[in-house]
């Protein structure tokens, strides 16, 4: 399976707060690449977003929360969109996550399904999942 078939595989399931939202959409290509999902403990804790923002915001924010994910899974920093990486999308709200199926290009998962050509903080970090 390519990076483009898993990220097509979880980010178009509909939409569902706490189960395949951006956060949990990136957690499940995460767990797939890695063998363990990142945040068991988030699956099915929020069913909106003012409970999803109550629930990161306690964590510490999406940009701390990414990064305690990825030292405790031992993923290497990425500078660059490389295929494989996850990132911080800083958009309305708490921001998103993000993958990168293929050198240069970011997805997320939307309230539509897959949002394609996302801008990741470079300044957030990126990691590197394969």
Same mark, same amino acid.
């Given at each position: 399976?390519?990076?483009?078939?898993?990220?097509?595989?979880?980010?178009?399931?509909?939409? *569902?707060? /706490?189960?395949?939202? @951006?956060?949990?959409?990136?957690? &499940?290509?995460? #767990?797939? =690449?890695?063998? $363990?999902?990142? +945040?068991?403990?988030?699956?099915?804790?929020?069913?909106?977003?003012?409970?999803?923002?109550?629930?990161?915001? *306690?964590? /510490?924010?999406?940009? @701390?929360?990414?990064?305690?994910? &990825?030292?405790? #899974?031992? =993923?290497?920093? $990425?500078?660059? +969109?490389?295929?494989?990486?996850?990132?911080?999308?800083?958009?309305?709200?708490?921001?998103?996550?993000?993958?990168?199926?293929?050198?240069?290009?970011?997805?997320?998962?939307?309230?539509?399904?897959?949002?394609?050509?996302?801008?990741?903080?470079?300044?957030?970090?990126?990691?590197?999942?394969?």
């Amino acid at each position: 399976m390519t990076y483009w078939d898993l990220a097509e595989r979880v980010m178009l399931r509909p939409h *569902r707060w /706490g189960f395949s939202d @951006c956060v949990m959409s990136v957690a &499940a290509i995460w #767990g797939v =690449l890695r063998g $363990a999902h990142p +945040a068991p403990e988030m699956i099915g804790a929020y069913h909106d977003a003012r409970a999803a923002r109550a629930l990161v915001t *306690r964590l /510490g924010g999406l940009p @701390c929360l990414l990064r305690a994910r &990825a030292a405790a #899974g031992g =993923l290497e920093p $990425a500078n660059d +969109a490389i295929a494989g990486a996850v990132g911080f999308v800083p958009s309305g709200g708490i921001g998103a996550l993000a993958f990168c199926p293929e050198d240069g290009v970011w997805v997320a998962k939307s309230l539509r399904g897959m949002a394609l050509g996302i801008a990741v903080d470079r300044g957030a970090g990126a990691w590197v999942l394969r």
